[in-house]
């Protein structure tokens, strides 16, 4: 059972460049989550998906889009990257409950440069 | 509003004092949910503590205990006997039922380090 899982590890990028990061989990959750970890700033929300087939924007979506193809699978993509979207990428996953807020578990984060 | 705020940025103790890291949220919401994660420094978030807003019962787990209480907006975190492997940024998080999912919102955390 390996949790949640990031591809890549690691990534530098040229301004301009695109690139998507994967992230997959084998726990058979619901909700998946983008977010960024900025020094300072603690983790903020990117978009997030209610189920297959279905995303939705997050604290800060600007310049990210996102795809939830399958259950088990949050793609994040970058169009056109840019120095400011130099971070920590974390993706995480929980149930889904109507009376409750379930724990996230978190992927081990993919550190992105762009140049 | 919801914040979540951890006014220690950074904390150093020597190895067995014990450590208290704050944390005070903000939410008009009846029905929450707080939590503690750990950040070692290879980097990966881990899960410490889960705690409802109708159960203001203190928790211990080992040498780490939680003090939630209500009245103040606080969600503390405590380690006993500290250890090097403490070593750690915590955050504090809250999720509300606001908006129909389960949406974390992050403190800035809280770096602790612990010398030998």
């Known amino acids: 059972n390996a949790g949640v899982t990031q591809t890549p590890k690691f990534r530098v990028l040229k301004t301009g460049q695109s690139m998507t990061l994967l992230c997959a989990q084998d726990m058979n959750h619901e909700y998946m989550y983008w977010y960024r970890q900025d020094p300072g700033m603690g983790l903020r929300l990117i978009h997030y ?67 | 509003a919801q914040k979540v705020t951890q006014a220690q940025t950074e904390i150093s103790v020597v190895e067995k004092e014990d450590v208290t890291l704050d944390c005070v949220y903000e939410t008009r919401d009846t029905t929450y949910y707080l939590f503690w994660y750990k950040q070692p420094p290879s980097g990966e978030l881990v899960f410490l503590i889960r705690r409802n807003s109708f159960d203001e019962q203190n928790e211990i787990s080992g040498r780490y205990s939680w003090n939630f209480q209500k009245s103040t907006s606080s969600f503390n975190f405590t380690i006993t006997a500290s250890q090097v492997v403490d070593s750690a940024v915590y955050f504090c998080a809250l999720s509300t039922l606001s908006g129909g999912y389960n949406k974390l919102i992050f403190g800035a955390g809280t770096r602790l380090a612990v010398h030998p």
Do not use: H, I, M
């Open chain 1, 49 to 115: 998906s209610v189920g297959e087939g279905t995303t939705a924007k997050g604290e800060v979506p600007d310049g990210y889009n996102v795809s939830r193809l399958k259950k088990q699978n949050f793609l994040l993509g970058l169009e056109s990257a840019a120095p400011s979207q130099t971070s920590v990428y974390f993706c995480a996953s929980s149930w889904v409950s109507r009376t409750s807020t379930d724990t996230q578990y978190f992927g081990p984060g993919t550190r992105l440069t762009v140049l």
